[in-house]
Structures are given as C-alpha cells and as structure tokens.
C-alpha cells in the first residue's frame, strides 16, 4: 500500500516546480526562450493547481505522461527495448492513433493538469503530424525524444515557431560510444544536427542512456563539456534497462545509482546553466516507482495505457477511454494498490524485472471480465 508518511502529490508538484526552475535559469541568455519559460511557468501552476483539486476530491492526476507516437525508426540501435518487446519495427506501422486522436489526447491532458508530455517512439520525427499537434498545444511542453538524423529545415522551422516543443538529442557519450550503440556515422550527424539547432537560437536538450560501462563517460566533464559547448541545456539520464539475460550487467544498481546521484548534485553546481535530470531516479527518494499513473504513464503507438514504457502491458485503450478512465484501469489499480511498484528490486526498472507479476495481474483482471 501507499507509504502514508510519503507526500506524493507534494513530491510530484516540486519536482515539477524544480523542472521550470531550471528550465528559466537554462534559458535566460535567450531571450525569446526565456519569454516561452516564463508563461509557461505560470501554465505550469494552473496545471499544478488543477491536480491539487484533483488531489482534494480523492483523484490523482500525473503531472508526467509518455508518449510513443509510432512504432517505426530508421535506426537499428543495440540493445534497443523497443524493437526486443516488438514496440518498434521495420514493418509498416498498422492502426496506429491518428493525429486527430493525438491531438484529443493531448487537449484532455492539458485539461486535466498534465505539465509534460515525452514524445517518443521508435523515432517520432517520423510523425510531423502528430509533432504539429503537440506544437498547438502550448500549456503543455513536449520534450520530443529523438535520435536527430531527421532534423531537416522544416522541423527547425517548426521548433522556431513553436517553443513548447524542444529536441532531445539521444547520444551516448563521445563517438565511440555513441556509434558503436546507434551505428557508424550518427554521432557527426548528431554534432551537425547540434550546430545547427545551435545556429537557430533553439533550446535543445541531451537523453543518455546510463549504464555501468558508460557512467563515468556520460557524467565526465570532458562530454559535459561538448554538450554545454554546443548549446545544450538538458541532460536527461535514462538508466538503461536490460532486454536479455546478458546484458543484465548493464543496469545500474543501488551502488551506481547513488554514484550518479551524488555526481548529479555536483553537476548542478558546476553548470548552473544546465539542467540535469534522471530516470526513473532514485525510487527511495520518490517513495517507490513512479509507473502506472503514480507519476506518470505510457501511452503506445496504438493507443494503449501501459504502465511505462519498459512494461509493455496494458488493459485500457485511449481509442475507447479518456484519460481519467484509463488511469484508473484495473491493471494501473492493482500495481498501484498492490504494493508492486514499492518492491525493492536489483536494479533498472522495477516492473521490467517483476514482469511475471505484472503479467499475472493483467490475466487476473481479464478473466474477471
């Protein structure tokens, strides 16, 4: 059950709080960068203010929602979770949610408090529709998870116009790092792509996937250094999450999860002018995972409700339910209110390690229908 002495809704908002913060403070040699932040700090406080009512009347809303808005990329990177739970193929993409029902979704996120929306996929560059969506959406701000071979003119064009929406750049360290995960070549395309975000006077933010080989890269001053050189103000560390039994050894655990926090804490010192996030983070800190609603959910190129991204299940569509329906799906219930996303756990994700359990879960709530 919940942890009582554990504030959720108050841990959530000052996380929020703190995202803006930094993000102002990011921001505040760009002018016009620094205007977006600074009204979208006060749609911010409407959103935090909506789920406080929320809260009051027994609802909770996430402040966090993560979209995959296809199944298709033009990379084939190693270890890719993506492509090993079949979220993410070569095939062409079948009955994926259109850009209307995306632009429903995101509206009814924004009416519900929802401060941030993560666009994901496979590569969501691929979906101009859907990104053109979300641009129209300025309450709400889109950091657009992307591997930043597909930034032509027109998505630079669009980025310009449309502040809400800012490029998060997947690298994975310095060249030999990233290329020999995302393939030969991608990290001078990524450099480019830097340049010329640089160049536009955009924002443009860093996702690192930090694993027990690459820690002390990725958090090094020498590619911190490069990153803050090119213009980058976000780093986002994604604690990496293993897809078979030999990779294991990849995933942080305890040890390398306080390593990063403490080193994070020295990052936020020595670049003020950066803001430095992880994920998921240290789950004692956050009284336990943040999946199936707690903090945020996943929401797949089909439409379907998973918990997060790494636990691909789900008994609730966004075809046939809003939002508010589906976080209350009884899969999202049962791990919130089982006690599954308190459990300790080696290391990555907690579901994705328990996943017999929330498989179990997600066939107890089908036969009783």
């Known amino acids: 059950m919940e942890n009582k002495a554990f504030d959720l809704a108050a841990y959530l908002t000052g996380g929020v709080e703190n995202i803006v913060k930094g993000a102002i403070r990011a921001t505040l040699r760009n002018p016009r960068e620094s205007a977006f932040m600074a009204r979208f700090a006060l749609a911010a406080r409407e959103a935090s203010r909506r789920r406080e009512q929320a809260e009051r009347s027994g609802e909770h809303i996430p402040p966090f929602l993560i979209a995959s808005i296809t199944s298709s990329c033009n990379l084939h990177c190693a270890g890719c979770y993506a492509r090993q739970n079949h979220a993410c193929s070569d095939a062409a993409p079948v009955d994926q949610l259109s850009g209307e029902e995306w632009r429903r979704i995101f509206d009814e996120a924004r009416q519900l408090g929802v401060s941030f929306i993560l666009l994901a996929g496979g590569e969501p560059l691929l979906r101009e529709d859907v ?29 310009d116009q449309r502040r809400n929406l800012v490029p998060i750049l997947s690298i994975e360290g310095r060249r030999a790092s990233t290329d020999a995960r995302r393939g030969s070549g991608v990290y001078d395309r990524l450099t480019t792509a830097m340049d010329r975000i640089q160049k536009k006077g955009l924002i443009f933010g860093a996702s690192v996937t930090a694993t027990t080989e690459n820690l002390d890269e990725v958090t ?26 030999d990779s294991v050894h990849l995933a942080p655990g305890d040890a390398e999860r306080e390593r990063l926090k403490r080193r994070l804490d020295q990052l936020r010192e020595a670049y003020p002018e950066m803001l430095f996030i992880s994920f998921p983070g240290d789950e004692k800190s956050s009284g336990g995972c943040l999946a199936a609603g707690r903090g945020f959910f996943h929401i797949n190129s089909h439409g379907g409700a998973e918990p997060c991204p790494f636990s691909p299940y789900s008994d609730a569509s966004l075809r046939d339910l809003s939002l508010r329906e589906a976080m209350k799906s009884p899969l999202f219930t049962a791990l919130r209110d089982g006690g599954v996303l308190m459990e300790t756990h080696s290391g990555g994700c907690v579901l994705f390690e328990k996943k017999d359990q929330v498989e179990a879960l997600l066939a107890k709530g089908a036969a009783k229908e």
């Open 131 to 159: 990104i053109r969506a979300a641009g129209e959406c300025p309450a709400i701000l889109f950091p657009v998870f992307t591997n930043g071979t597909l930034l032509d003119d027109d998505y630079l064009a669009l980025f």
């Open 220 to 245: 090094g001053d020498a590619f911190l250094n490069e990153l803050r050189d090119s213009g980058c103000k976000v780093v986002i560390y994604v604690e990496f999450v293993p897809v078979t039994e």
